[in-house]
C-alpha cells in the first residue's frame, strides 16, 4: 500500500484507533500492569502501535486492515499479560469490527502470545514464530514489538535495561530469522524501513 494512502486511512479512522486504544490501556491498567516497573504498560503498547503506524504501509494489503492491524498492536500483549483469553479479545474485537476484521485482530494478539515455558527459549519456541508467520500482520507487529523493547533499552542507563540490551542483540539474528516469512503476501512481511531500526 502506498505509504499516503496509508496516512489517509488512518486519519480516516482516527477516531475508531483512538477507542481501541483507550480500551487497551484500560485492560492493562486494570491488572496494574507496568512496563519496565515504572511506567503505566500502555507505554509500551503505545510504542509498538507508533511503529506499526509509522511503517505499517510496507506490509498493509488494503485499507480495510488498518484499523484491525492496529487492534493488533494494541492488544498484543493481552492475552499473555492482561489475563484474556482468546474470546475476551474477540469479543472486544467485534465490538469494533465486522467478524472478518473481528478475527484478523485477534489472532494477531493471539500469534504473539508466548507459549508456556520456565525461560526465553522455551516461551518463543518454533511453534510460536511458525504461527507468526502463518498470522497476516504478526510479523509486522511483532517486528514492531522487539523494536520497541530493544530501541527502550538503549536508553536506559540501570542494569536491567543494559541486560536486556545484551539479550535482543544477541538474540537480533535468531528472532529475525524466525518472523520472516518467504511469501508474496505483503500482510507477511517485514518492512524495510523497520528492519533498519535494529541493523
Known sequence: MEKKEFEEEMKRQ??????IRELAHGVHDGVNQKYDKTHPYWFHLDMVADLVKEHGAEACARPEDVAPMLFGAYFHDSIEDARLTYNDVLALAR???DEERAVMATE??????NEKGRNRAERANEKYYAGIRATPYAPLVKLADRVANYTY????RDMANTAMR???ASEMPHFIASITVDSDDPRLAL???LLAMIK
Open 95 to 97: 465490538g469494533f469490527f
Open 153 to 156: 533499552s538503549m536508553r536506559g
Open 191 to 193: 518492512p524495510g524501513s
Open 14 to 19: 482516527d477516531g475508531l484507533v483512538e477507542r
Open 108 to 113: 494477531i494478539a493471539y500469534a504473539l502470545t
Open 166 to 168: 545484551g539479550v535482543y
